[in-house]
């Protein structure tokens, strides 16, 4: 706070001649609800795009699919788990991969990967920028891989190239940095709620893993960029939910409950070592002497062989997700999707191909989940577990521990599945997958390719500190006024007295203590007329701040105007009563360090106590006394 003592010199209180608003101490203008208006439009609009977009890369899926594995040119849902072409199976994803690999290679390397962590990278360090030919090339490039087999799934492409039709057209129009990291998220997340139906999920995921905030500016576009997606997959899909039940799942017992906990930890433990196979996996391909090209071939034979042993493990496999919550699959085929699954996406994931993680994490949780759960009611038959439940939590909590999407894991088992019976199983094994994940791994899946790339990811969401503070509770300091009439060789007298590190510029007044402006210490010490008046040296003009106005105000007025410190006006009284400097801003984060860091009680038990006691005897005192 601002001590009572005036350690001003020279100083001639101001008294401004118009009435002070607090608009005027605010050289931040209030953000134009009008742009909101245009981006949450034009995020709508690239929902609608993406939803027929994701379609037909549905259609081109499929597509793809019965030309490789049935021998027909038709756009009816089929599964390369059904195929009969025997060994020759081997070869088909060795081809896409050979296709995606030249892709890759003579059209854009960023085609790679899953899409989440190269949307995250763009928005991180190069402004939201991605180049227009992934629009087209990723969902190519994805339709190639899936179609021939490979195990993933189409949500990851469809993020991705919703992710840069949002940046394409934030780069064609005269748009800030910040509109173009929204429109990007609203891109990818209008895909993930076309995909999936789960518009809730989506924004989750944007606030999670692509904004790194949360506020109205944003959340208003891409919330509905996220419902336009999912009235597009009601449209263009199907009304109900992707992960239909058989039966309703019942409210879990606390028993049960107990058990979808352990089964949290088990999955959390899970989800770390399959994050850890996988990049052992990415950094063994590094290694190999052949041309990262030729990688996502050598994936694909790896999922031809597995193919071969276990047909499920082919392709997208949302059907398998649909069995295991059935309850009916048999332990063998779920062995195979627990274990095979993931060999098979963890080989051709690490080999540089393109397609989505969320459906294998869903379907390999799924499964480990259908496992735990059925050693449990057989060992445990009291234990009050269900096989669907198992499966319903151990796919988000594995999603949960290897992203560190908590929120959008529960919100996105709920939504796909409609069992609200399923939120407290589900919030208490994805929390604890969470803690696991948090407390054993540094970065997730997600963030581990690009964290070895030098970026560095936000953990956190906190209130902005500088917007938090005002001008007051940090000024604590006093610069130097003068009269417009003084010297100059005077106010280098009075600078050298001063000697302060922030004392490079004054604030300068009239006679009658009207604010005129700012003179910088370097103009008055270069000045050879020394006995001309300071005013003739005025460079800065109408630049002040309020003593409510927040630091960020503060901050954004010094780097606008390139200058160290401003003059801090009191709306009250109409006074200037000091200068705020960038070294009082700097000391906001000591208040952020003493939240955190800073431990100590202010509660003290043991004074509390005493006085108790002293209060006690004085009470018996004068009952004796009586």
């Known amino acids: 706070m601002i001590p009572h003592k005036n350690k001003f010199r020279n100083v001639i209180p101001i008294s401004l001649n118009m009435p002070i608003e607090s608009e005027q101490f605010s050289h931040k203008k209030p953000y134009d609800k009008n742009r909101l208006l245009t981006i949450s439009a034009l995020a709508i609009a690239i929902a609608v795009c993406i939803s027929f977009i994701a379609k037909l890369l549905v259609y081109l899926i499929d597509f793809i699919t019965n030309i490789s594995f049935h021998g027909s040119f038709s756009i009816e849902p089929s599964s390369p788990a059904t195929n009969t072409l025997g060994l020759f199976v081997l070869v088909i994803p060795a081809i896409g991969g050979l296709i995606v690999g030249l892709m890759a290679l003579y059209g854009s390397k960023a085609i790679r990967g899953h899409g989440i962590p190269e949307a995250m990278e763009q928005i991180l360090t190069n402004q939201s920028k991605i180049k227009p030919a992934i629009t087209y090339l990723k969902p190519l490039s994805a339709a190639i891989s899936i179609g021939t087999g490979g195990p993933f799934g189409a949500e990851g492409p469809i993020i991705s190239t919703g992710g840069a039709l949002g940046s394409t057209l934030g780069q064609l129009l005269k748009i800030t940095h910040n509109e173009r990291k929204i429109l990007l998220a609203a891109g990818a997340t209008a895909g993930m709620s076309a995909i999936f139906g789960s518009p809730i999920a989506a924004i989750f995921l944007a606030i999670e893993l692509l904004l790194f905030e949360f506020s109205p500016l944003s959340i208003i576009?891409?919330?509905?960029?996220?419902?336009?997606?999912?009235?597009?997959?009601?449209?263009?899909?199907?009304?109900?939910?992707?992960?239909?039940?058989?039966?309703?799942?019942?409210?879990?017992?606390?028993?049960?409950?107990?058990?979808?906990?352990?089964?949290?930890?088990?999955?959390?433990?899970?989800?770390?070592?399959?994050?850890?196979?996988?990049?052992?996996?990415?950094?063994?391909?590094?290694?190999?002497?052949?041309?990262?090209?030729?990688?996502?071939?050598?994936?694909?034979?790896?999922?031809?062989?597995?193919?071969?042993?276990?047909?499920?493990?082919?392709?997208?496999?949302?059907?398998?997700?649909?069995?295991?919550?059935?309850?009916?699959?048999?332990?063998?085929?779920?062995?195979?999707?627990?274990?095979?699954?993931?060999?098979?996406?963890?080989?051709?994931?690490g080999s540089g191909t393109s397609g989505g993680t969320l459906a294998p994490l869903l379907t390999i949780g799924g499964a480990t989940g259908a496992l735990i759960g059925t050693i449990i009611s057989t060992w445990f038959p009291a234990s009050g577990i269900t096989i669907p439940l198992a499966v319903l939590v151990g796919m988000s909590a594995m999603f949960a521990g290897a992203s560190r999407a908590y929120l959008t894991s529960i919100i996105f088992a709920l939504e796909t599945t409609g069992q609200a019976n399923a939120l407290l199983p589900l919030l208490a094994s994805c929390s604890i997958s969470y803690f696991i994940s948090y407390f054993l791994m540094e970065n997730t899946i997600m963030t581990e390719?690009?964290?070895?790339?030098?970026?560095?990811?936000?953990?956190?969401?906190?209130?902005?500190?500088?917007?938090?503070?005002?001008?007051?509770?940090?000024?604590?300091?006093?610069?130097?006024?003068?009269?417009?009439?003084?010297?100059?060789?005077?106010?280098?007298?009075?600078?050298?007295?001063?000697?302060?590190?922030?004392?490079?510029?004054?604030?300068?007044?009239?006679?009658?203590?009207?604010?005129?402006?700012?003179?910088?210490?370097?103009?008055?010490?270069?000045?050879?007329?020394?006995?001309?008046?300071?005013?003739?040296?005025?460079?800065?003009?109408?630049?002040?701040?309020?003593?409510?106005?927040?630091?960020?105000?503060?901050?954004?007025t010094m780097a606008k105007e390139s200058i160290d410190v401003?003059?801090?006006?009191?709306?009250?009284?109409?006074?200037?009563?000091?200068?705020?400097?960038?070294?009082?801003?700097?000391?906001?984060?000591?208040?952020?360090?003493?939240?955190?860091?800073?431990?100590?009680?202010?509660?003290?038990?043991?004074?509390?106590?005493?006085?108790?006691?002293?209060?006690?005897?004085?009470?018996?005192h004068a009952i004796k006394r009586n």
Request: hydrophobic residues 45%; proline residues 3%; contains cysteine.
């Open 566 to 620: 401003l003059p801090v006006v009191s709306i009250e009284n109409t006074m200037v009563i000091g200068v705020l400097s960038y070294h009082d801003i700097i000391s906001t984060y000591k208040h952020g360090f003493e939240e955190h860091e800073k431990k100590e009680p202010h509660i003290s038990i043991r004074r509390n106590g005493i006085k108790l006691i002293l209060r006690a005897r004085e009470m018996l």
């Open 221 to 349: 576009p891409v919330a509905l960029a996220c419902i336009t997606g999912g009235a597009g997959h009601h449209l263009l899909f199907k009304a109900g939910v992707v992960f239909p039940l058989q039966q309703s799942i019942d409210v879990a017992s606390n028993t049960a409950l107990a058990w979808y906990c352990i089964m949290g930890l088990i999955i959390g433990l899970f989800s770390i070592l399959v994050t850890k196979i996988v990049y052992l996996i990415e950094d063994g391909f590094e290694k190999l002497p052949i041309h990262w090209a030729w990688w996502p071939a050598i994936g694909g034979l790896a999922v031809g062989i597995v193919g071969y042993i276990a047909p499920r493990t082919l392709g997208v496999g949302y059907n398998n997700i649909i069995d295991l919550l059935s309850g009916t699959m048999s332990i063998e085929i779920v062995l195979s999707l627990c274990f095979l699954k993931f060999i098979s996406w963890a080989i051709s994931l």
């Open 449 to 556: 390719k690009i964290v070895r790339r030098g970026v560095k990811i936000p953990h956190s969401y906190e209130p902005d500190m500088l917007a938090k503070l005002t001008v007051e509770q940090v000024l604590t300091r006093h610069g130097v006024i003068v009269s417009e009439n003084k010297s100059i060789s005077d106010v280098r007298a009075l600078l050298h007295e001063e000697q302060e590190d922030f004392s490079k510029y004054v604030i300068v007044t009239n006679i009658k203590g009207e604010y005129k402006g700012i003179v910088s210490s370097f103009h008055i010490y270069k000045n050879d007329l020394q006995e001309n008046a300071i005013d003739t040296l005025i460079d800065r003009k109408g630049i002040y701040i309020g003593i409510g106005d927040s630091l960020r105000t503060a901050i954004e």
